[in-house]
C-alpha cells in the first residue's frame, strides 16, 4: 500500500502562483509514476501532469502547458505542483496518484486539496 497525503492548496488572486506538495508513505518502491489531477464543482475528474519516478519524464496537459511544472525529489518521497499565473478557471480540488504500472489507472489517490483562485 501506499499512503498519499496532499498539501498547499489554498485562496490565491488571478495571477498568482502556489506550489502544491504531495507525501508518499508505505510501499513507495513499488511506485512506478506519480501523477496530479483535479475536480472542479460539477465537471470530472481530469488530468493534469504525471511525472515517472524513476525516470523524471514528464507530461502535461494542454491547458497547464507553460504555467504548470511537475517535479519529485525521490529521497523525500515527494512530489510537486507547481502552479504560475493561476486563473479563475484552475479552481478545482487537486488530486495526487500513485500507480505501480508505466500506464493504465492509478492505483492509490491523497484525499485533495483545494485550490482557489479569484479574478
Known amino acids: 500500500q501506499v499512503q498519499l497525503v496532499e498539501s498547499g492548496g489554498g485562496l490565491v488572486q488571478a495571477g498568482d502562483s502556489l506550489r502544491l506538495s504531495c507525501a508518499a508513505s508505505?510501499?513507495?518502491?513499488?511506485?512506478?509514476?506519480m501523477g496530479w489531477f483535479r475536480q472542479a464543482p460539477g465537471l470530472d475528474r481530469e488530468f493534469v501532469a504525471v511525472i515517472g519516478w524513476s525516470s523524471g519524464i514528464t507530461s502535461y496537459a494542454d491547458f497547464v502547458k507553460g504555467r504548470f511544472t511537475i517535479s519529485r525529489i525521490n529521497a523525500k518521497n515527494t512530489m510537486y505542483l507547481q502552479m504560475n499565473s493561476l486563473k479563475p478557471e484552475d479552481t478545482a480540488v487537486y488530486y495526487c496518484a500513485a500507480s505501480h504500472n508505466s500506464y493504465g489507472p492509478f492505483n492509490y489517490w491523497g484525499q485533495g486539496t483545494q485550490v482557489t483562485v479569484s479574478s
Open positions: 508505505g510501499r513507495t518502491f513499488t511506485v512506478n509514476r
